[in-house]
């Protein structure tokens, strides 16, 4: 099959659409952030708000502008049509995806990778505390952590933070295995019940080939990219756990549903057919500004390619060594990245602060950016909203 040639113009314009960052924007209501779920499949969660709201919150608000939060939250733990899973990071997923993800539940114990095996044998040296959690949350469920106790004989090793927090590795391990999900949150607890007790029963359970999961979740992946290398759709949506990913992109090209395509004289691109007439479109490019942590900016070295944006998260870093801030939002507009915004929301005043703006060179502050940091002030110091996206109206806390 021959090859589609685009330009680098081509790749940013349709990986900006396929991301729902072009054209008119969906309406601010559930249907219009499914339809964007749809479209993207998957928005990744992170328990930092510096900027107002987490990133599960500001990806949508990206894409719609400012809307109810208490939408998602709905959306997730009443409606539960979309859920907490591992994707390219912990992740809101598709319900309608649910085979997709079925397939990697599954015990660490039947997995061949050194982090399983280590996994394994932490589980089966701690059966009392695996057996305790699911017999507690069986009882009493929904719990957070903190309502169980820790009865590990070998603790949890690691260099990081979760050193010796064995109740929440457990938790952790079993929400992987699909024993457990979560159901709802208090403040930044999570609520977590059996998994089998709290999907719906319209919840898909079809059993997926590896062939055949390997062809759906590439062709959604690759949807959700507009265009990308083998290595960018291997990163993406369910990274790290594609069966067959060469076979899969191989099959797509036969059936035309993706075609092989060249980048600037690059080769190794492929472009999903959803995309193939975007000269056509009408292109009705955005300034917005985007959660550090969105889908079009996850992966760095694809943002470095395609918008020669260099881009990273500083949190960690040392003050005096940061180069745009402690927490930044890229600032697109049209389609390219323009520069970025430090920011920050003073809960006490309920206003937002930049800290500091700092625009690629050519570019520089527009009235366009100036109403794209209005918007995420509007969205993030509406009242309710900070209430509503902490508590979940489902759920029930354990008599104290």
């Known amino acids: 099959m021959e090859s589609v040639n685009l330009s680098l113009q081509d790749a940013r314009r349709i990986a900006i659409r396929a991301q729902r960052l072009a054209g008119p924007r969906p309406p601010a209501t559930a249907e219009g952030l499914m339809e964007i779920a749809r479209s993207i499949r998957v928005i990744q969660i992170d328990s930092i708000a510096v900027a107002g709201a987490p990133t599960q919150y500001l990806v949508p608000f990206s894409r719609l ?12 733990f009443v409606d539960r049509r979309l859920f907490h899973y591992v994707a390219h990071a912990a992740s809101l997923v598709l319900t309608e995806d649910f085979p997709i993800f079925a397939t990697t539940m599954r015990p660490y114990s039947k997995r061949t990778d050194k982090w399983a095996l280590r996994a394994a044998e932490w589980m089966e040296a701690n059966a009392r505390l695996r057996q305790q959690v699911l017999n507690a949350i069986r009882r009493r469920g929904p719990l957070r952590s903190r309502d169980l106790e820790d009865t590990a004989t070998e603790h949890w090793q690691s260099s990081g933070w979760t050193a010796g927090r064995n109740v929440n590795q457990m938790l952790e391990r079993l929400w992987v295995e699909g024993e457990i999900t979560v159901v709802g949150r208090d403040g930044n607890q999570r609520l977590w019940d059996l998994a089998n007790r709290w999907f719906p029963a319209w919840t898909p359970r079809e ?72 000269k056509g479109a009408p292109w009705g490019g955005r300034t917005v500004l985007l959660s550090p942590f969105d889908n079009l900016i996850a992966d760095r070295k694809r943002t470095k390619l395609l918008f020669d944006f260099d881009f990273g998260i500083e949190i960690y870093v040392p003050a005096a060594k940061r180069k745009r801030g ?24 309920r206003r937002l602060v930049v800290d500091r703006l700092l625009f690629e060179e050519g570019f520089g502050m527009t009235a366009a950016v100036q109403r794209a940091i209005d918007e995420l002030e509007t969205f993030v110091s509406a009242d309710g ?15 104290r």
């Open 65 to 76: 502008g400012p809307y109810d939060r208490a939408i998602l939250d709905r959306l997730v």
């Open 207 to 278: 059993r997926l080939s590896a062939k055949a999961r390997s062809d759906r979740a590439v062709e959604l992946s690759l949807k959700a990219l507009g265009v990308a290398t083998e290595r960018q759709v291997y990163e993406h949506f369910t990274r790290w756990a594609y069966d067959d990913l060469k076979g899969s992109l191989q099959r797509l090209v036969d059936r035309s549903d993706v075609l092989p395509a060249t980048m600037g004289g690059r080769r190794g691109f492929y472009l999903h057919r959803d995309h193939v007439d975007h």
């Open 385 to 399: 909203t900070e209430a509503a996206s902490t508590k979940s109206p489902p759920a029930q806390l354990p008599s």
């Open 326 to 349: 402690y927490y930044v939002l890229p600032i697109l507009s049209g389609d390219r990245l323009i520069g970025s915004a430090d920011v920050r929301f003073d809960r006490s005043a």
